[in-house]
């Protein structure tokens, strides 16, 4: 069992809607948990950072952390052609054992206009 | 948000020879830098972990005398792939660490093609 698992899509969905991305994982030590964005041919762009479990909301993107149950979420509202990309989750317990990003394969989200 | 650079952001270069990539975090610092690979259509591969004023922590299967990582400063850390070989050829990216927020922000990438 991998330690991150993420549904590595694709995913297609018309311009406006709701888009719903998730990623369960296994070690109970992670703490820190990261969403990146990452164009073809590109660095990954860091979209929302939460530490240990809640939800954050940042414009069109919300973060959620369920630690009880291991499972993150990102949501973005009102989708854009524009958000067409691989969606990376991301983990770590930074500081401990693993002390580094644990990524999850990405998700590979297009936006039809 | 943070900025990462990296430069060159394309290389090319023949095959025995080496090649130098630098990673620098302009707005803030960063003890702890990551050095990854990617090929097309995969996820990241971490290849090796740098700390700044120490030696860096390579990952399991990773030549350390092949992809040297030097992390002189809280904001610059360099990778040079040595006597490069086609099969060098990839998608570098690297990844800075904010000492405070734990927040990680990467570069924009390096491609290197070696013929």
């Known amino acids: 069992q991998k330690e991150v698992e993420q549904d590595p899509g694709p995913l297609s969905v018309p311009e406006g809607a709701i888009v719903s991305l998730n990623c369960t994982y296994s070690n109970s030590a992670f703490q820190y948990f990261m969403w990146y964005r990452q164009y073809s041919r590109k660095g990954p762009e860091l979209l929302m950072y939460t530490y240990s479990s809640g939800n954050k909301e940042d414009g069109r993107f919300t973060a959620q952390v369920d630690k009880s149950s291991k499972y993150i979420s990102l949501f973005i509202r009102d989708s854009q052609p524009s958000d067409s990309a691989t969606y990376l989750c991301a983990m770590s317990d930074y500081g401990g054992a693993t002390n580094k990003l644990i990524f999850g394969t990405g998700t590979l989200l297009a936006v039809q206009p | 948000g943070a900025v990462v650079s990296q430069h060159p952001s394309w290389v090319i270069c023949k095959s025995g020879t080496s090649v130098k990539i630098e990673c620098r975090s302009l707005?803030?610092?960063?003890?702890?830098m990551f050095w990854y690979r990617q090929f097309p259509k995969q996820s990241l591969m971490l290849m090796a972990t740098s700390n700044e004023g120490s030696k860096a922590t390579y990952e399991q299967g990773v030549e350390k005398d092949k992809f040297l990582i030097n992390h002189a400063s809280l904001t610059l850390s360099t990778l040079t792939v040595t006597s490069a070989h086609p099969e060098d050829s990839s998608f570098y990216i690297c990844?800075?660490?904010?000492?405070?927020?734990?927040?990680?922000?990467f570069g924009p990438g390096t491609r290197l093609t070696v013929t």
């Open positions: 990844s800075a660490r904010n000492l405070e927020t734990y927040e990680q922000y």
């Open positions: 707005d803030f610092q960063a003890t702890t």
